[in-house]
Each structure stands twice: as structure tokens, then as C-alpha cells.
């Protein structure tokens, strides 16, 4: 079938509170293929759906029956991508018998200088970090603990091991860097896997905890492991009974005021007597659910906005499942963007739009503002770009298995199930951040008896959502591993769309500790648009740092402006010149779109007034529970 039926065969009405028709959908128009140059849509390379809706047979099902079989064993990681990574780095190294020479020699140093100190351990002048420390982000050792014979040499040994492997698979010559980068990236997975801090016997914290509580923090522990696998095995999200979606997190006041396939577009009530005349639009990404934007009250983005006197429209995306497979990503512009424009502008004629996008909804946002750029559209008044990338040539590290060999693995692996699962998603981030995210907390969790106290956005980030097959297929292979956005090869309804005709003003923010959209990556932004750009660099990573509310401790941000045609200023240049504020950098934003925004006035009606009879419900929604 083509995405346009296989949106519309979804089973909606099945789902709780849907006891009305559906709504009219965009993608059941005559034009919804307008654009495609056959009769038959490729699904990567493998399936092809034709537009009569007729599903074609994949070719060489047995191979992709076989690699599907192997993702299960492997994460959803290719061992040929891996394997040829490390054949090209083997090789070279074979090749390079002086450098040989070079590691023997540092091997040979290590072991000697780990000797000496275990001699000398308890003479006076031995530093308790004589041979190596920690570096400053590295948090497995910082205990007092670890400065005591014999786990501060077996600490200092690892890390003397651990700088070893870095050596020796950095700048070995003739290497590819992405191979280098994979094969050092999977070294030190195992690195981390294997760091003393892991094991009981090792880690002089666990042997406190045991000594101390009488050995109960393996018992917690184990209760700890038996729930966290319960809920594994029945696919339910975290157990944070304090933290209820409509109840304590995604609770601002609001209506769905419109509804099709794939979302429900919530506004929310006015806080203030009068509001400014432009809307805002909030595009999140869908690989999460949409209220990391809007958690608790004191965390909420969204009740921030309302309290400054501004409208909010918020896309709230349907969780897909296997009958979704053939969604694509166009889709998500057509059904999602587009279709909250026209709504928006339904409710609110003639008024300008500021949308925002976050992380993948960013770069959704970005390819539909381009389309509507070069479409002669000016419904946007300004584009704000929270984390979110636009050139994928710097992605970070989650680029690395971003390959031919990988993504072709991903695709056989998806086909069988038609959706990439939420599993597949949280592990690939995990491993970015294995220390904090994988092993100190199985530490913590498993081994001391302990958990971290619950927040709302760790309530949000166990609440995965699943992503189709085909509209994964094209994201990895036309952004990811074909960078077409950023190189002018992106074809929307038939045509290229360049970012360099986009006009309104920019607000993007970029997070300096971001793993997922490093802030060099979304700094790119500058030579790629025409128009005025402020850019901002806050403290925290991918979420913690977006996630920034006025009175949170620990804070901060840089910001500056370029004006169109004015001359480009490298990232490392404006880090030394543009000025640092501490706190909240919502305020800054707020401040921005005050200052493009017209007089207050009253606040707009809810929805458009004209539903077609169905009843839509309060917000949250409904598609926010799947």
C-alpha cells in the first residue's frame, strides 16, 4: 500500500475516546503523490509500494529474513560495518611496524610504572594519583574511596590501559576517520564495560555499602533487577506513579483543536488578559513524546509561554505501529507541519506564525520552512531551532555506524517488524553516554540497592515511542548518509528546496554538551540561511540544557547575533567573543520574540469553530497515551 493508505487504514477508531469519524486527512487528496516521478514509491532499497496501494514483493527475502534474524543478537549493529572498520585499522597497523614499536614501548612504560607504584604505594611521598587520573568528566572514581591501596592502583591501571587503547587506535596512518572513529568508539565500550567500578569485588564503594548494611544492598539490588526486567518483558514505561501524563507532567490547560492520521494539535488556554497577536508553533521530534516540553508546571516550556501572554499550538505525534510501515518522511512535513500551519491559520487568520522546532522536529521544521520559502509562503514570522541539526557531516558520535553497510542492515531489520522499536532507540543513545547512562547506574541500581530519586524528565524519557520503517529509511539516507538538505539535493513534491532561502529571523540554541546535535553541528546554520541569526549556546546536553527554567541552579548560556550578509564568524571565534549570562536562557528567547511580535490584543478563539461533529478531547490528547 502507499503511505497515503496506510495512514488511512489505521485502526483510530479502536483506540480509547476515538467514538467519532475520523478527520478529513491531506494525504487522502488527489495530489498527495503529486511530485513522484513513477507509479511505484522504493522503500529504501528494498520494497516498493505502488500507488494503486498494492504492496510489491522485497527482493531477496531470504537475506533480509537472515540479517533480521542476526539484528536481534547484535543490537541492530551490522558486524560487517564493525568488521570492515577494524580489517582497515588491523591492516594499517600490520603495516606500521615503527608505530608497533611506539605502543610496545608505551605498554611496556605502563606496566613498569604500575609496578613501582605498587612497591611504593605506602611511602610517604606517593601521591594517591601518581600515575594517571581521572579526567574531569569521568565520575567512577571520585569517591574518596578510590584513593585507598588496592583500588586506587587497579583504578589507575585501568586508566592507564584505557589512555593505551585511545593511542592506539587514534592516528594510526592511512586509516579512514570513520573507521578510526568506529573502531576507538567500540574499544571503549569495552573499555567501559570492564572498568572496576562495575564489579563488587572491586569497587570500594560496594564493599562499604555491603559491609555496612549487612550485605541487604544486594538483596535491593536484586528487587531492583526484577522489576526493571518485569517492566522490560511487559513494555511498560517507568514505574514514576508521581509523574501521570494530564495529571502532574503534560497537564497546561489546553484543547486538541485538530486531528488527522498522524497528529492532534493541541492550543492552549491564555494565562494573561491579553496576548501577543502571533502564535507560537512547537514542532517536537517524534522518536519522543511531545511534553518534554511541557513537564511539570515548574519545568513546563509551554506554561512558561502562556504566563508570558503567548499562544501555543503544540503537534502531538500518533505513536506508529506495524501497520505504519510505509508512512514516509514527507508525511510527517505534509500531515504535521503543513497540516498546523493551515489550522493554525484557520483559527487565527492573517496572523504571522513563530514556529519552533525541537531536535529531529527542528530539521522537519527547517525542510518545510524551506519548502514553504520557495513555494512564495510567508506564514512564518520567525524560526526558533532548539537542538537540532541541519548539515550532517559533524553529527557526533551516533553518525559513526551511519553507513551503507548499516543502514542496510537497519532496513532488513525494520522490514520484518515494520517500525524501528523503542528498545533499538534508547540503546543507541545509551551507548553515546555509557558511563552515566549504562554502567554507573546498573552500579548504583543493582549493585548498591539504591535508585536515583524520580523526576519528571526521567518519567518522560522512559516513555518511547516506535518509528516506520520507511520514513526511518529515508531520514538515514537522505539526511544522515546522503547530507542532501545541506548540499541542495533535497527534493520536496518534485522540486530541490535550499535553506538559503529562508528570510525570517533564526533563534537557534545549541546545548554545549550535546551527544545527539553537537553545537558545532547546529552552528552551521550560519552560512546556510540568509537571514538574521541569533545563536545560543547554553550549559547541559540534549535535554537537561533545553530543559532550563527561570530559578533552576546552574545555568547558563552564551548568545550573539549576525545579520544577514554580514561575514561569517567560526564557532571557535565566537566562543571567546560572545557574551556569557548566567541563568535561564527562556527568558533571552522570550525577550526576541517579544520584540518581532505586535501590540497585545485579546486572546483567539479555541479551535476553528467548524470540527465536522466529532468531539476532540481536552489536552493532553489521546495520542500522547499509546
Keep these: 500500500m502507499d503511505s497515503a493508505q496506510a495512514i488511512s487504514d489505521l485502526p483510530i477508531s479502536d483506540l480509547p475516546g476515538f467514538d467519532t469519524p475520523k478527520l478529513p486527512c491531506r494525504a487522502h487528496a488527489a495530489d498527495h503523490d503529486e511530485g513522484r516521478s513513477s507509479s511505484v514509491a522504493k522503500l529504501g532499497d528494498g520494497a516498493a509500494v505502488s500507488v494503486s496501494g498494492e504492496r510489491q514483493a522485497e527482493p531477496y527475502q531470504a ?8 539484528a536481534r543478537f547484535t543490537g541492530g549493529i551490522s558486524p560487517i560495518a564493525l568488521s570492515l572498520a577494524y580489517i582497515d585499522w ?11 614499536m611506539e605502543l610496545g614501548r608505551d605498554a611496556w612504560s605502563g606496566a613498569r610504572q604500575s609496578l613501582e607504584a605498587a612497591l611504593h604505594f605506602f611511602a610517604p611521598e606517593h601521591g594517591s594519583w601518581s600515575l594517571i587520573r581521572p ?3 569521568d565520575r567512577r572514581f571520585v569517591d574518596p574511596e578510590w584513593e585507598r591501596p588496592p583500588f586506587n592502583l587497579l583504578a589507575q591501571a585501568f586508566l592507564l590501559s584505557e589512555r593505551w587503547w585511545h593511542n592506539a587506535t587514534m592516528d594510526v596512518r592511512g586509516v579512514a576517520p570513520r573507521n578510526e572513529a568506529i573502531v576507538e568508539f567500540s574499544v571503549r565500550q569495552v573499555l567501559d564495560m570492564l572498568a572496576p567500578s562495575n564489579f563488587a569485588v572491586t569497587n570500594p564503594e560496594v564493599l562499604h555499602k555491603t559491609f555496612q548494611s549487612g550485605g541487604e544492598n544486594f538483596v535491593l539490588g536484586w528487587q531492583n533487577w526484577l522489576s526493571d526486567w518485569m517492566r522490560l518483558v511487559s513494555g511498560k514505561p517507568g514505574d514514576a506513579k508521581e509523574f501521570v501524563v494530564g495529571e502532574t507532567v503534560a497537564a497546561t490547560s489546553g484543547k486538541v483543536v485538530f486531528r488527522n492520521e498522524l497528529i492532534e494539535l493541541i492550543q492552549y488556554y491564555p494565562s494573561t488578559g491579553k496576548v501577543h497577536p502571533e502564535p ?13 516540553l511541557d513537564l511539570s508546571p515548574q519545568n513546563s516550556l509551554v506554561k512558561f ?15 506508529p505501529g506495524a501497520g505504519d510501515r510505509d508512512i514516509a518522511f514527507d508525511d510527517y512535513r505534509k500531515l504535521g507541519v503543513e497540516a498546523a500551519v493551515t489550522t493554525i491559520g484557520d483559527i487565527m487568520p492573517g496572523r504571522g506564525i513563530h514556529a519552533l522546532g525541537y531536535c529531529l522536529g527542528g530539521t522537519l521544521l527547517s525542510i518545510a520552512a524551506a519548502t514553504m520559502a520557495r513555494d512564495g509562503d510567508s506564514r512564518l514570522k520567525s524560526i526558533t531551532l532548539l537542538a537540532a541539526q541541519t548539515d550532517f557531516t559533524e553529527a557526533g558520535e551516533l553518525t559513526l555506524f551511519i553507513n551503507e553497510s548499516q543502514v542496510a542492515f537497519l532496513e532488513d531489520m525494520m522490514s ?15 551507548l553515546l553516554r555509557s558511563n552515566d547512562l549504562i554502567w554507573s547506574k546498573l552500579t548504583h541500581d543493582y549493585l548498591m540497592g539504591e535508585r536515583a530519586p524520580p523526576s519528571d524528565l526521567m518519567a518522560w524519557n522512559a516513555d518511547a515511542t516506535r518509528l516506520p520503517y520507511r520514513m526511518h529509511s529515508e531520514y538515514l539516507r537522505k539526511l544522515f548518509l546522503h547530507n542532501d538538505l545541506a548540499e541542495g539535493r533535497y527534493v520536496v513534491e518534485g522540486k530541490p528546496i535550499v535553506l538559503s532561502d529562508l528570510r525570517a529571523p533564526m533563534f537557534v540554541v545549541g546545548t554545549v554538551r550535546d551527544h545527539v546535535a553537537p553545537w558545532r553541528s547546529t552552528y552551521k546554520i550560519h552560512y546556510q540561511v540568509e537571514a538574521d541569526v541569533t545563536y545560543l ?3 547541559g546536553g540534549h535535554n537537561a540544557g533545553i530543559v532550563a527554567p527561570p530559578g533552576a541552579q546552574g545555568h547558563s548560556y552564551q548568545v550573539k547575533t549576525k545579520a544577514a550578509r554580514t561575514a561569517y564568524v567560526g564557532p571557535d571565534e565566537w566562543l571567546k567573543t560572545a557574551p556569557k549570562v548566567e541563568g535561564s536562557w527562556w527568558p533571552e528567547w522570550t525577550r526576541w520574540l517579544t520584540a518581532l511580535s505586535g501590540e497585545p490584543c485579546e486572546p483567539p478563539q479555541m479551535g476553528a469553530g467548524h470540527l465536522d461533529s466529532q468531539v476532540l478531547p481536552d489536552a493532553p490528547g489521546d495520542y500522547v497515551r499509546q
Excluded: C
Aim: no cysteine; aromatic share 12%; charged share 15%.
Design 63 to 70: 537475506d533480509r529474513a537472515f540479517h533480521a534474524i542476526l
Design 90 to 100: 588491523a591492516a594499517h597497523l600490520a603495516g606500521a611496524p615503527e608505530r608497533q
Design 135 to 137: 579526567q574531569p568528566q
Design 280 to 292: 507560537i508553533l512547537v514542532v517536537p521530534a517524534w522518536i519522543m513524546k511531545y511534553y518534554i
Design 305 to 319: 509561554l502562556t504566563d508570558q501572554g503567548f499562544t501555543v499550538f503544540m503537534i502531538s505525534w500518533r505513536n
Design 416 to 430: 520484518e517488524r515494520g517500525v524501528l522499536e523503542t528498545t533499538q532507540m534508547a540503546g543507541a543513545f545509551q
Design 537 to 539: 549556546l547554553t550549559s
